[in-house]
Nanobody
Framework: QVQLVESGGGLVQPGGSLRLSCAASGSILSIYGMGWYRQAPGKQRELVASIGAGGSTKYADSVKGRFTISRDNAKNTLYLQMNSLKPEDTAVYYC???????????????WGQGTQVTVSS
């Protein structure tokens, strides 16, 4: 069984920083693309940033220059460094991973349970 567990969310003042982590564990054979999504109250879930197996990255226009996505393949861990946070960044942040499990050798998409980020003074 595969699990994605996020951590690092919390309450921060505007202009502050947070670092989110997402640890993938379980019967994992290979991890391909990974990404961070967020969902604010009353809004659809949206892609924040993604990173390919080779390290190529993409960002939503709203976070470019402020957020940095990275991954540690040896630890099966995904990160999101968030700087210059704004109230509009407030949302539940979800980790997503495209991976192949080692039991059935099937490739599927997995989601974490989400971590709340609140930007407020």
């Amino acid at each position: 069984q595969v699990q994605l567990v996020e951590s690092g969310g919390g309450l921060v003042q505007p202009g502050g920083s947070l670092r989110l982590s997402c640890a993938a564990s379980g019967s994992i054979l290979s991890i391909y693309g990974m990404g961070w999504y967020r969902q604010a109250p009353g809004k659809q879930r949206e892609l924040v940033a993604s990173i390919g197996a080779g390290g190529s990255t993409k960002y939503a226009d709203s976070v470019k220059g402020r957020f940095t996505i990275s991954r540690d393949n040896a630890k099966n861990t995904l990160y999101l460094q968030m700087n210059s946070l704004k109230p509009e960044d407030t949302a539940v942040y979800y980790c997503n991973s495209d991976l192949r499990d080692s039991v059935y050798r099937s490739r599927n998409n997995y989601w974490g349970q989400g971590t709340q980020v609140t930007v407020s003074s």
